[in-house]
C-alpha cells in the first residue's frame, strides 16, 4: 500500500478545507456552485492572456451550439453577484475546474486547473489601491492561519514571513532593470518572502507589460501610484523547494464601464464590447466587484512542500515526465 500517497491525500484534504473555511471568514464569503462549461460567443469566459485555446464542444440540445470549458470565473462570478442580489462587503467562493490545452509541462504547470474563484461586492469608492491592499492581507492571513493549523495537525514547517510585501511592476523593473520579469520576481520573493505585485498588464517605462491580462475583468490601467497604473496584481511566495517565486493567486479591482472601454481600445479588442457580458457591464447592471483565483493544487504544493504538481492532482503526463519523477522518487497521483 503507497501509504506516503495516502498520507498526501489526507494532508491535502485538510489543507483545501482548512483554507477555504479561513478564506470565507476573512473575506465574507458563501459558498457557490460553479458551471464546467460556458455558452461561446457571450463574452463570459476568461481569456486569460488572449492566446489560448478553449475547449470547446456543440450541445445537442442547443441545435449544436458550441460551448467552451472555462479558463476561469473571472466574468461570471461577477454575474452572479447580481443575480444573487450580493451586498457590498459580502461575496461568493467556488471550486473552479478547468482544462487548459495549451499550457507547457512543468513542475508547476498541468493542462488541469483547480483554483478557489472568488468575487466580492464593493462600492465604487472603494476602488482603491488602499482597499486592494487590504483583501491582500486578509488573504495572506488566511494562509498563514492554514499554515499554523497544518503545522499543529501534521507537523508540517512553518515558513511564510509575519506579513506581505507590496510593490509596483514598475519600481521592480527600475530596482532590476536588467533582468527579465521572472527574474524579476525571483530576485524580490525571495529577499522578502511573501510579495503582492501591483500592476499587471498595462505597459510598464520600456513599453512592455510585465505579465499579460486580459482587458476586461481586472483594471489595470487606473493611474493609482505616483503616476503608475493598476488596481490589480499578483501574489507571489518565494518557495524553498523549487527555489523560485511561485504565484499563488491573481486578482485585482475590477474594471469600470470606462476603464473596461479604455482596457479594450488598448488591446485593439473594441469588437467585444458587443458580447453579453460586456453589454451588461456597459449598462451598469453589474456590481463593481473585487475578485480572483487561488490555485489550489498551487497552495497545497507549498504548504506540503511538494516538488511537483503532480504530486498534489491527478492529470495527465507524457511519458518523459513520468520516467523522470519515477527516476527522482517522485509519486504522481
Not at 484534504?13 to 458551471?35: E, G, I, Y
Not at 492561519?145 to 509596483?168: A, M, R, V
Request: proline share 5%.
Amino acid at each position: 500500500m503507497k501509504t506516503d500517497i495516502l498520507t498526501t491525500e489526507k494532508q491535502l484534504l485538510f489543507s483545501k478545507k482548512t483554507f477555504r473555511k479561513q478564506l470565507q471568514k476573512h473575506l465574507n464569503l458563501t459558498q457557490v456552485s460553479a458551471p464546467i462549461a460556458v455558452l461561446e460567443g457571450t463574452g463570459i469566459n476568461d481569456d486569460l492572456n488572449g492566446h489560448e485555446r478553449c475547449v470547446n464542444f456543440p450541445v445537442k440540445a442547443l441545435q449544436d451550439r458550441k460551448a467552451v470549458v472555462v479558463n476561469s470565473l473571472a466574468k461570471w462570478k461577477r454575474c452572479r453577484l447580481k443575480e444573487l442580489e450580493m451586498q457590498p462587503n459580502s461575496g461568493i467562493i467556488t471550486d473552479m475546474r478547468a482544462i487548459r490545452p495549451d499550457e507547457d509541462y512543468s513542475p508547476i504547470h498541468s493542462i488541469y486547473v483547480d483554483q478557489w474563484d472568488w468575487e466580492k461586492v464593493i462600492t465604487p469608492e472603494e476602488r482603491t489601491l488602499a482597499s486592494l491592499k487590504h483583501t491582500v492581507k486578509a488573504i495572506f492571513k488566511a494562509l498563514r492561519k492554514t499554515e499554523e493549523k497544518l503545522h499543529k495537525k501534521h507537523g508540517i514547517d512553518k515558513k511564510l514571513p509575519k506579513e506581505i510585501t507590496f510593490i509596483h511592476a514598475e519600481d521592480l523593473l527600475k530596482m532590476y532593470p536588467d533582468s527579465s520579469p521572472k527574474e524579476r520576481e525571483n530576485k524580490i520573493t525571495k529577499k522578502f518572502g511573501a510579495v503582492f505585485l501591483i500592476g499587471i498588464g498595462g505597459a510598464l517605462s520600456n513599453g512592455e507589460p510585465h505579465d499579460g491580462r486580459a482587458p476586461d475583468y481586472d483594471d489595470w490601467s487606473t493611474p493609482t501610484l505616483n503616476g503608475y497604473s493598476g488596481l490589480n496584481g499578483d501574489i507571489l511566495l518565494w518557495n524553498p523547494i523549487l527555489k523560485h517565486a511561485f504565484e499563488i493567486s491573481s486578482m485585482g479591482i475590477r474594471v469600470s464601464p470606462e476603464t473596461l472601454m479604455q482596457q479594450l481600445k488598448i488591446r485593439n479588442q473594441l469588437e467585444k464590447q458587443h458580447f453579453y457580458y460586456h453589454q451588461l457591464l456597459l449598462k451598469k447592471v453589474l456590481p463593481a466587484s473585487i475578485g480572483g483565483g487561488i490555485g489550489q493544487s498551487r497552495i497545497c504544493m507549498f504548504l506540503l512542500n511538494k516538488k511537483h504538481i503532480g504530486e498534489i492532482q491527478s492529470s495527465i503526463w507524457d511519458t518523459g515526465i513520468m520516467e523522470q519523477c519515477q527516476k527522482e522518487k517522485i509519486d504522481l497521483l
